[in-house]
Every structure is written in C-alpha cells, then in structure tokens.
C-alpha cells in the first residue's frame, strides 16, 4: 500500500510517499510560510501558500511531477494529542476529527494545524482513508501513580492536567526494532529509550510498554533540550509571575529560550560539543547539566522498570553524538554500564550495540523513523478496517 505521510504543523506541510509492503520512501518534501504574507505592501501577496488547503494542492502537484500517476491508499496523519481517549492509531471520520479538535487546548500549537491537515485532506479526496497516528497513544498504559501530579484532584477532573507523554511513536517503533536486535519478544523487552532530538525525552519501558516517561502535560517537562528547560522548581514562575512577566514571557523564555540555548547560547548539539571542545566553558557547562539531568532519569527509569535489559539511544543526538553518550555513559559507572570507544564512535544508519560485553546491560543506537512507524500503522489500520 502506498501511503502519504502529512505532519502538519501550523505554517509548515511535511510530507513522505511511502510504500509500506517495501518499506522505501517514494518522494518527501516540506511546503512551508503557509498562510505567511510578505508583511510588506497591503496588496496581501503571498510568500507561501494560503492555508493547509492550498498547501495540500502543491504538495499533490509536487507527488505527481515526481512519481507521475499513483494510487494512495490512505493518509497517515501525525496527530501530536490523542489525550486519555487515544490509546491506539485510528481511522479518521467526522466524530474523530471533531474529537482530535476538542484536545486542541491541550496542544495548542498543534492539535489545530493536524485539524486542519485532515480536514485538507477530506475536502480534497473525500473517500481516501485517513488514520491519526497519536503521539501520546503509546504512553496510555503509564500507570497512575506514574501520571499523576501530586496536587487537587480537581486540576485533572477539570482541567485534564496529568502527564500525557509524547514522543509514542518514535518509542513503540524503537522498542519494536531494540527487542528484535536482541532476540527478545518485544512483551520481554524491558528497557530505557533516550529519545533525544531537539525535543528530548526518556521512556521506560516494562514488557514492551512505556510505564513512565519525562515529558508530561507538555513536551517541556524533563531534559535539557535543545531550546527548552525541562525540570524546574515551578515556584520560578510565580517568582517571575509577580516580577510582572506575562504568560507569553514565561511560555518564550521556557521553550525557546532555554535549554541548550539558554546554557550555551546554541541549540544545536553539534555547535554546543565544538563550542566546548574549543574550550568554551558555557558549552561544556551545557553538555554537564543536559548529562547530568539524563543520567538521573536513566537511573530512575532502572528503578521503574524493575532493572532495565537494555539502554537505547534514538533520534538526532542519540543516533549522531558519540561525544554526548559517552558523558551520559560516563555518568552511568554505578549502573555498570559501559561503552566501547571503538563501537560508540563508528557511524552507521543501523541499530547496533556500542557497549562492552562486559557492560552489564548492553547499550543500543537505534535509529528512529517515526514516518515509517506511522506508514505502518496507518496501512495496519485501514487493512483491519479499524
Ligand atoms: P527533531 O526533534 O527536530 O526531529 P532531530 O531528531 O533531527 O530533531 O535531532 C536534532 C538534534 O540532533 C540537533 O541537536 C542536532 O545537533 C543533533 N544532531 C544531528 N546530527 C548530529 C551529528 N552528526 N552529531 C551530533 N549531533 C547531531
């Protein structure tokens, strides 16, 4: 089956042709600006698209011209908030769409934009199968005492304010691919899953499912990132509340300013490892604080799991930066966990273990394809008409 891929985001259009049976990707790209005037005159010319819908026109001009004509057979959608009702992938109608929108405070930077990809979509090809792939959905089975926050029952029953965890897919696929590695069945496969792209987080993972993980009710809890905090004491912001900073203040400095960013003055982990191999003191300061904070959780998420068989680093830095899992492992000496400087810095795009043998649990780079998990899921979907 081929299956378009859309991760649709509030200005931007990312999309992949995938043909699910041989697992190749047919063509990509991404429509950005959409709904971007020029700013300049007001005539109200266009940089870029004029919403998802124009948006949607140039990305099947764009999958014509490049593969001529096809047959999709669905539409995957990234959908970023599934809430407590999406425990799973599922074919998109009406009612679905309509709930997908109802979480929209939830993520309001994204749930609204997915809308309006599916809704693009339903417009444009109103019998194609859609399937929303959630990005919270794997996290469904984290026990309550892993997802709850210890304050009045009346901000969950009200307000839904508990951890929700994102980042699923990335982890269901990873844990799926870390097991086979191994020879475990993934319902064996106990482990930690360090997710650390610009977004950062770290699952544990029991039997094949996630018990607990490090984002929560927003993809800022947890680890240092490339621009956002994680942890803090939350008494900063009323600290700050009461110094005069407004919501949007706080909401700026937490995820665009922080983080890496705010540490070292770059968000990308390969600036922040030169800057610091250069001699820059902020950066190598960075890189301790980010180490630190992701050998703590890992040590925690031992504890959660009952003692993980398997450490596994996915996603931008986790797949590329030998220099950071070297100080996460360095950190990780009480655990009895040890890389091989050979295996570690070796690069390749296959999963493959970088530890010693006489590490004791064997440490994994897994890469991440998050486009591919949803492919698969969406193609599972519409088969069992789900
Ligand atoms: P996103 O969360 O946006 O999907 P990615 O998974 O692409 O992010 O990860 C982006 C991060 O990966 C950046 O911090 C980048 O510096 C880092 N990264 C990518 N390639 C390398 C590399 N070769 N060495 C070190 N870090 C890398």
Redesign the pocket.
């Known amino acids: 089956m081929l299956v378009l891929v859309i991760n649709s985001g509030s200005s931007s259009l990312k999309y992949q042709v995938r043909d699910v049976a041989a697992g190749t990707v047919l063509t990509e790209g991404l429509i950005e600006k959409i709904g971007v005037g020029n700013g300049g005159g007001g005539d109200g010319e266009m940089v870029g698209p004029r919403d998802h819908a124009e948006a949607l026109e140039q990305v099947d001009a764009a999958i014509h011209q490049e593969l001529g004509d096809l047959e999709l057979g669905a539409v995957g959608h990234r959908v970023v908030h599934g809430g407590e009702r999406f425990a799973e992938p599922v074919l998109v109608d009406n009612e679905i769409t309509r709930a997908i929108e109802r979480l929209n405070p939830l993520a309001p930077l994204h749930n609204p934009a997915n809308v309006l990809g599916i809704r693009a979509i339903t417009r444009k090809w109103p019998k194609m199968p859609q399937v929303a792939v959630f990005d919270t959905a794997f996290h469904r089975t984290l026990p309550e005492y892993a997802w709850r926050y210890a304050v009045p029952d009346e901000l969950y029953t009200n307000h839904g304010i508990r951890r929700y965890g994102f980042h699923g897919t990335s982890n269901e696929y990873v844990a799926r691919r870390s097991a086979a590695l191994l020879d475990l069945p993934v319902e064996e496969f106990d482990a930690v899953i360090a997710h ?5 987080s770290v699952t544990a993972i029991r039997g094949g499912r996630s018990v607990d993980t490090s984002m929560g009710f927003t993809p800022l809890e947890g680890l240092v990132m ?1 621009t956002r905090s994680g942890d803090l004491d939350p008494s900063i912001l009323v600290f700050l509340g009461r110094a005069g900073w407004t919501p949007e203040d706080l909401d700026t400095m937490l995820n665009r300013e922080s983080g ?1 960013k705010g540490l070292a003055g770059h ?5 922040v ?1 030169e800057a610091s191999e250069a001699g820059d003191e902020r950066a190598a300061m960075a890189l301790a604080v980010a180490s630190h904070r992701l050998a703590k959780y890992i040590g925690g998420y031992h504890v959660a799991v009952g003692g993980a068989k398997a450490l596994v680093f996915t ?3 986790g ?3 030998k ?2 899992r070297a100080q996460v492992a360095d950190r990780l000496g009480a655990l009895g966990i040890e890389l091989d400087g050979g295996l570690n810095a070796e690069r390749s795009k296959e999963p493959r273990v970088i530890s010693t043998p006489s590490s004791a649990i064997p440490v994994l780079v897994v890469p ?1 394809d998050e486009e591919r998990a949803i492919a698969e899921a969406t193609a599972a979907v519409v088969s069992a008409g789900r």
Do not use: H
């Open positions: 650390l792209g610009n977004g950062a490339g890496l968000n990308d982990m390969r600036s490892v996603a931008g830095i797949e590329n930066s220099e950071f991440t």
